[in-house]
């Protein structure tokens, strides 16, 4: 079709110009077939959708297993530094240690059968255990203990009795012997059935109104307590351990121990006068306690002549029963008589041990007893649970208070509702998230290939809704916008115009916001890793169904439920006269009008009275918020600053729930898991340990915290060279003589083992007394440094030698040779001592030690021989790895966020001054929100860190709404487009928000903590960003804002933007209204102007004249469009200028379009002054479409 003809003096003009069409033309070509797929067939659109998310929904759901939140820790762990790849090769060689092996702590070809027994007989002492599971504690040896260790088949050890104590059974007769028992009458029952012990559970009590339990009151009030809480319930009975009699064992106590010390048969018996004797004996034997001189089962072994563990100047009723002990270690809290207090004789805290193992036998007790409850009575009342159920009960709580995220989905649906005006819309823009989530999870198990999904990826559903409400708010405000101002036009053509205005908005927002979800994926912490990918992910995906979902359902609510479009509103009928009046009717009428009325309230709002709030007092605000802004980044970096987890224990609820107050505050205050906190007592010195052989290399998937991979040898490792033995052992005697060395106590061939071969092999003579069997090379005749074979022989005899002598001595974890391969050759080798740190969860002391230890041992092995300069060291250093991955990836995380969204704000506003205010805003918004969190308490640990890494592109969605607008604002003055932006994005931007709040609000009262954090952090996120947005933007804007094009940096884009500034394009609103005066226009003059840069007009363009625009105002004021000064129009037989037209003809046409869609593209000539040009429509099938590029 012909768009018309123009003049002879205009075709010779145009004819020396060359048409460019083919890239306005693709472009144009492209986005008009995609409305009209969209507008001619929606329906078929979104069945092609549905099925392919459900096709993609069965394959990620079948082949592979549901996620699991059996272990909601997995994946808190480093993977990828130094120190990670240290300890993850350190646990591979644990794990590859032992009979049949790789690795193997005694040469198997050297010894003699009878060598061969109790192989893998581990030790005891277990070190503290760090962040990464519960269940992985690291473990040491200790030095040698008596043979009266329980030991199971797993080469773990789960002994009775805590520091090594084995279980004991006493009573107050000394004398018994199981022999002895004839039958149930006869038998002498102890009155504990062991000594106590970490795997039992455990309740901790507190006074309700006086200050010490150790009282008779208070003690028999605890024993009350404990029987009708626990004791009668019928769980209690099934699992408790008992006796020799079959009856329930005694829990350990302060009353059972006072009833035990007074002969007494229960502690409801025992009387004022036992107490003040247990109580005086306890001050006369508690110097012993504490000078470490008292320990375990010295009542039990007062009368063995091969082992003695406490001191024999002990009074013998201090060590009677071990009741001291018991007390003191495991049932008083640490102020009573303590150093520092030695005469303090109140109990503020204690401890009731419960004869049931903590765990799974324990979970009736909690739900019926404990869950939600306060256990108390008149005088004590429970505050602190150990049951191990913490991490079993996790994912069932996860479950079960989804119920408090999905009420605030609900909320937010129902407000979407009452914003857009149609359920059919709001139900299917749900459904499109829920098709996010499917996609996002195929893509993220199937394609990416992760095979870890942690428990923290469910927040990006939280996350999506509002995120989802927004993007629904933007496009259903332009769409009905479009529809109230382009009356009678065909629907290809208005859903063209809203996709250019809407995709733009959309994009930018779900950009920004994906871009700091994958600003994590820098972190070295797995589970962090995996959450920016899976919500970056789903982000994406969900705008992708925002510009193709959500139109086509759009146009099926428009074509087939008729309502939804303002431009129907005249074509309803009312129905019968008795339908009229019913009182359904009256309902939807009194509905109408209140939403009448909010609608006017709101537009008067944010038309009339925000502005002017926002420019009357910008200059308080400036300085309001700039304060505020200053005193979050003092709050941050100053002081209190914000403080990296001082525990490794992970906090799964909130704070007051009884289990996180016995982890996080109750911990602390008994002597037995405070000396399991910061090591065993033989061990809370951090080992020194130095590793050649392996290769420090972590060949796991770094997605799957279950994923180690294998041990990879170092093939230039070779100890046995002389050279190499000398440097060794010269190596050990600089290294006792560190400020970092600490003496180790205990035997000493297991910490530098060529000292104690050497010693070996000097003291050894050459013929064996017994036996006259020459042991040359192995003796003393040889001079050390040995030759290579005379080494590797002797080793392999010494070391069997001793393993004979000292089998408990030798487990995995013992330090020395490895031995691998056929020939039994040495191809690890491990030197260990003690330090002078000791474990402690203070990241700047550790830090001290470790650099101090690195750096000499890397100066070291500078001068070791090429077989041994690929040591390397290694710890208990693993929470500190985490926290100062945590201290440096967060910043770096939130650096890069800012830094791409203001690339992203840049490309879309094409301002500098603007894109620099943006960021202003979005800064202060996170300098207010962390030092709010701040102030509440909170620490940077995991799930803080992938919260506060949100922060950023949560807070830029409305500044880039309110940024926008401000550039495309049709006045170049500074107030104007400040009213402007207020009036045509205040609207939406509000509504998001409160959504998104309401949201937050209603995860608060759940016990989850990763519902309540995140519950708190979008209350604050939404409002503070609302509030920086609105006002602190808008002041900078309106105070130093650009006006016309200053700031401005047009980017060169395609060729047809080239050209882009002469030209305009307009949907003039007025001027269709003009043709169709009879329609009422739509009362929605608040909602958002198209976001677009396709709108964009020529801010430096004069205003024009109303002369020029005569009476009708034909010619759009909103986009800045001047009258044509130089172009021709198509009459039926001349062609005169258009009225206000002057100057010459300068104008060609370089495209036409096609038969069903008028877009006319042309271009200015160079001898005509640069104007922006308007040709009208003359086809009277066609209305009135303006078209700029």
Not at 23 to 50: D, E, K, M, N, Q
Not at 414 to 419: A, D, E, N, V
Not at 750 to 763: A, D, H, L, P, Y
């Amino acid at each position: 079709m012909k768009v018309g003809d123009v003049s002879d003096l205009s075709r010779e003009v145009c004819q020396s110009r060359t048409p460019r069409p083919w890239a306005s033309s693709l472009r144009h070509r492209f986005c008009f077939g995609y409305a009209r797929l969209i507008s001619h067939h929606p329906i078929v659109l979104c069945l092609v959708l549905f099925f392919c998310v459900m096709t993609f929904g069965l394959v990620a759901f079948l082949l592979y297993d549901l996620p699991s939140f059996d272990d909601p820790i997995a994946g808190f762990e480093p993977r990828g530094t130094v120190i990670s790849q240290r300890s993850i090769t350190w646990q591979n060689m644990l794990d590859h240690t032992g009979s049949g092996q790789l690795l193997s702590f005694y040469p198997t070809t050297s010894l003699h059968p009878q060598h061969v027994v109790n192989t893998q007989r581990p030790l005891q002492t277990q070190l503290p255990s760090t962040l990464t599971s519960p269940a992985s504690a690291s473990v040491t040896p200790s030095p040698l203990v008596p043979d009266s260790v329980e030991i199971n088949g797993s080469d773990e050890v789960r002994s009775l009795g805590d520091d090594g104590s084995a279980s004991s059974s006493y009573s107050q007769s000394d004398n018994s012997e199981d022999g002895d028992y004839l039958n149930d009458d006869d038998v002498e029952v102890p009155f504990f059935c062991s000594n106590p012990s970490r795997d039992y559970a455990r309740v901790v009590l507190e006074p309700v109104q006086s200050h010490n339990l150790l009282t008779l009151q208070g003690l028999q009030a605890m024993c009350q307590l404990e029987t009708t809480a626990i004791r009668q319930h019928l769980q209690f009975m099934r699992n408790c351990y008992t006796d020799k009699k079959g009856s329930c064992c005694r829990s350990w106590s302060i009353g059972n121990y006072v009833a035990l010390l007074s002969n007494r048969s229960s502690c409801m018996e025992i009387t004022e006068k036992d107490v003040a004797d247990t109580v005086e004996l306890l001050q006369k034997c508690s110097h012993f306690y504490r000078s470490r001189d008292l320990q375990p089962n010295c009542w039990e072994s007062r009368e063995s002549q091969e082992w003695k563990p406490c001191p024999t100047n002990i009074h013998e009723d201090c060590i009677r029963y071990d009741a001291v002990y018991s007390i003191m270690h495991y049932l008083a809290d640490v102020g009573f008589l303590s150093v520092e207090k030695p005469n303090n004789v109140e109990v503020k805290n204690t401890m009731i041990i419960i004869p049931v193992y903590a765990g799974n036998d324990m979970i009736e007790i909690y739900e019926d007893v404990f869950k939600d409850k306060e256990v108390a009575n008149a005088e004590v009342k429970v505050t602190g649970l150990c049951f191990n159920l913490k991490y079993d009960l996790f994912g069932e709580y996860l479950t079960t208070e989804a119920l408090y995220p999905c009420l605030g989905v609900l909320i937010i649906i129902i407000l979407m509702w009452m914003y857009i005006g149609s359920l059919f819309i709001t139900v299917m823009t749900v459904i499109s998230m829920a098709m996010s989530l499917i996609v996002a999870y195929f893509l993220y198990r199937i394609v990416f290939g992760i095979p870890f999904f942690p428990f923290m990826n469910l927040t990006t559903v939280i996350l999506l809704v509002g995120i989802g409400a927004d993007d629904a708010f933007v496009y259903c405000d332009i769409w009905k916008r479009t529809n109230s101002d382009h009356v009678n036009t065909p629907q290809v053509l208005i859903l063209l115009d809203t996709l250019r205005h809407a995709v733009v908005s959309m994009f930018v927002t779900s950009l920004t916001t994906a871009s700091a979800f994958f600003a994590n994926t820098i972190s070295k912490i797995t589970s962090i890793k995996c959450f920016g990918i899976f919500a970056g992910t789903t982000i994406l995906v969900n705008c992708f169904f925002t510009v193709t979902w959500l139109p086509a359902v759009v146009t099926i609510y428009d074509y087939y439920f008729n309502g939804y479009s303002s431009r129907r509103t005249e074509k309803r009928e009312y129905r019968t006269h008795k339908w009229k009046h019913s009182c359904c009717t009256n309902i939807l009428r009194c509905l109408n009008k209140i939403k009448y009325i909010t609608s006017e309230w709101s537009r008067i709002f944010f038309d009339k009275i925000l502005p002017c709030v926002v420019i009357k007092l910008r200059y308080v605000w400036l300085l309001t918020l700039g304060t505020l802004t200053l005193g979050g980044f003092i709050l941050i970096f100053f002081n209190p600053k914000l403080q990296l987890p001082t525990l490794p224990e992970f906090q799964l609820f909130h704070s007051l729930h009884p289990f996180e107050r016995y982890d996080f505050i109750y911990k602390d205050m008994f002597w037995f898991e405070k000396g399991n906190s910061t090591g065993s007592q033989v061990y809370s010195h951090l080992p020194l340990r130095i590793v050649w052989g392996v290769q420090p290399i972590d060949s796991g998937n770094p997605f799957d915290p279950d994923s180690h991979g294998e041990i990879t040898f170092d093939k230039t490792f070779n100890i046995a060279l002389p050279e190499a033995q000398q440097w060794l052992f010269n190596f050990c005697a600089r290294l006792r003589n560190q400020s970092f060395f600490f003496p180790t106590v205990g035997l000493q061939f297991k910490n530098c083992f060529i000292e104690s071969f050497r010693t070996w092999m000097q003291t050894r003579s050459c013929i064996d007394i017994n036996t006259g069997e020459n042991l040359m090379p192995c003796c003393k005749e040889s001079v050390f440094p040995y030759p290579e074979e005379v080494f590797d022989k002797c080793l392999r005899d010494a070391v069997s030698v001793l393993y004979y002598e000292f089998p408990m001595a030798f487990t995995k974890f013992t330090p020395g040779p490895r031995f691998g391969g056929p020939e039994d050759r040495v191809v690890a080798a491990i030197v260990e001592f003690d330090s002078t740190q000791t474990y402690t969860y203070s990241f700047e002391k550790i830090q001290v030690f470790w650099n101090a230890f690195e750096n000499w041992v890397t100066s070291e092995l500078k001068t070791a021989p090429e077989t041994m300069k690929h040591g390397w060291i290694t710890s208990f250093v693993d929470f500190y790895d985490l926290q100062d991955n945590l201290a440096h990836g967060t910043p770096i995380a939130l650096g890069m966020s800012i830094i791409i969204s203001t690339c992203v704000m840049f490309v879309t506003t094409q301002n500098l001054l603007i894109s620099v205010y943006a960021i202003l805003s979005i800064s202060g918004t996170i300098c207010v929100t962390i030092g709010a969190l701040v102030l509440l308490g909170w620490q940077l640990n995991i799930l803080e860190s992938v919260i506060l890494s949100v922060a950023v592109g949560l807070s830029v969605d409305f500044t880039v709404h309110y940024g926008v607008a401000y550039r495309i604002a049709p006045e170049t003055d500074r107030e104007s487009r400040v009213v402007f932006s207020l009036g045509r994005m205040g609207s939406a931007i509000t509504m998001a928000a409160l959504t998104t709040f309401v949201a937050g609000a209603l995860m608060m009262p759940s016990t989850v903590l990763s519902y309540t954090q995140m519950g708190t952090f979008l209350m604050l996120i939404m409002s503070i960003s609302w509030v920086f947005s609105t006002f602190y933007f808008q002041s900078l804007c309106r105070t130093i804002g650009p006006e016309g094009s200053l700031g401005q940096f047009p980017l060169l884009g395609c060729a047809c933007c080239a050209w882009r500034k002469n030209t305009v394009r307009a949907a003039d609103s007025e001027a269709i209204h003009s043709h169709s005066s009879e329609v009422p226009s739509s009362g929605e003059s608040h909602e958002l102007e198209p976001l677009s840069s396709f709108a964009t007009s020529n801010f430096n363009s004069p205003e024009p004249s109303s002369s020029s625009f005569h009476s009708s105002s034909k010619y759009p004021h909103h986009l800045g469009v001047v009258p044509p000064q130089c172009l021709l129009t198509k009459q039926r037989k001349e062609t005169p200028p258009l009225p206000g037209a002057s100057g010459p003809l300068c104008s060609e046409v370089i495209w036409e379009g096609t038969s069903k869609f008028v877009t006319r593209l042309y271009k200015p000539l160079a001898q005509c002054e640069p104007a922006p040009v308007i040709l009208p429509n003359k086809n009277p099938n066609v209305p009135d479409i303006w078209v700029k590029m």
